[in-house]
């Protein structure tokens, strides 16, 4: 219930201040404000200066609590450089002329349609996506580049030079054919706490992506990494059988946990339009890192479609609250 007062006050004060925000000074709360405030003593430029401070501490508490409730959506593009590569893996360029599909154009088009942040993943043998994509990606997108890597030190001395808005430390195998498992903290304790500890002091978030296991959680925190993502890969891909709700209620204790240790709890791998209905339910999300069911909706909708689509079932619980928001 009290989740529920607290989402309809932020979407209110949203509502409320975005058409502030926009100039669109006639509506009828700020013509009745504005005669209030004009009642109110002193010169009227001093008047204005006070009532911009305010509308924009307004306006920043209104995004802080509208962050608050809903889960953000990083998308992952890697599948677009292994369809280019398929093709193109001998080109002397990365994009440009006959080599298509450009991860960077799909980025800049995933970000149009409303994704919170880009994820790429540079793996050691290079079969998807480049290093000179990562690189054009850095100064193209707007919203924040989030680097999948292994915890080796060419990668961090490559992160480093880079200085994405955060990396995502990964298990990586040659023979695997995507990311199999969470990294395995308990196991790799120094060198994760050596990528942590360099990535913490130089204001570069770190996120471990670990299967929902308490002593990996409890590590994770042990070692200052800020983030956490949950490997979703298990539950997905139980989802058609009788673990499933086991599978679920192992991801909800995991992030209760992480938590509650100060973590912030993002989830990734094998989410798609038909589990994010419940993946979304899992307690403390901030974001999800989606991927191929994206891309694969995409081939038939287009991206613009698949993101839309994604978003709003991501956050179905608010739209009632956006259509207060958009009237
Ligand atoms: N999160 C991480 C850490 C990943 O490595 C991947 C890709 O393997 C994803 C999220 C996205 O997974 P998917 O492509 O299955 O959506």
């Known amino acids: 219930m009290d989740l529920i007062v607290f989402v309809l006050f ?31 003593g002193g010169s009227l430029e001093k008047r204005k200066k006070i009532l911009a401070q ?92 989030n680097l ?25 195998s040659r023979e695997e054919i995507t990311t199999e ?11 994760v706490a050596c990528v942590t500890g360099t990535m913490n002091a130089v204001g570069i978030k770190t996120s471990l992506f670990i299967d929902a296991n308490a002593p990996q959680i409890t590590l994770a925190a042990e070692l200052r990494a800020p983030w956490v993502e949950l490997h979703t890969g298990a539950y997905a891909n139980a989802y058609y059988s009788d673990r499933r709700a086991a599978e679920f209620e192992h991801l909800c204790a995991g992030a209760r946990q992480a938590h509650s240790l100060g973590l912030v709890v993002n989830a990734g791998h094998g989410i798609n339009y038909a589990n994010i209905a419940e993946v979304r339910t899992i307690p403390h999300l901030c974001e999800l890192n989606i991927g191929h069911s994206i891309l694969s909706y995409a081939l038939f909708y287009g991206i613009e479609k698949a993101l839309r689509r994604m978003k709003a079932l991501i956050n179905a619980w608010t739209l009632p609250f956006h259509l207060v928001v958009l009237w």
């Open 10 to 40: 932020a979407q209110l004060i949203v509502a409320v201040g975005r058409p502030i925000l926009k100039g669109k000074l006639s509506n009828r709360f700020f013509r009745f404000s504005w005669t209030t405030f004009c009642r109110l």
């Open 181 to 191: 498992g969470g990294l395995d903290v308990v196991s790799h304790r120094e060198k």
């Open 148 to 172: 999948e890597m292994a915890c080796t030190p060419a990668m961090t001395e490559f992160a480093l030079n880079l200085k994405p808005h955060s990396v995502c430390l990964v298990p990586e």
């Open 54 to 145: 305010l509308i924009s501490w307004f306006n920043f508490w209104a995004d802080c609590a509208y962050l608050a409730v809903v889960i953000l959506l990083g998308v992952n593009i890697d599948h677009t450089a292994t369809l280019r590569q398929a093709r193109y893996r001998q080109a002397d360029t990365t994009f440009g002329g006959n080599v298509q599909p450009d991860p960077v154009a799909l980025a800049l088009l995933c970000e149009k349609a409303g994704a919170d942040g880009i994820t790429v993943h540079l793996r050691e043998d290079r079969r998807h996506i480049q290093e000179e994509d990562v690189l054009r990606l850095r100064t193209q997108i707007k919203t924040r580049l």
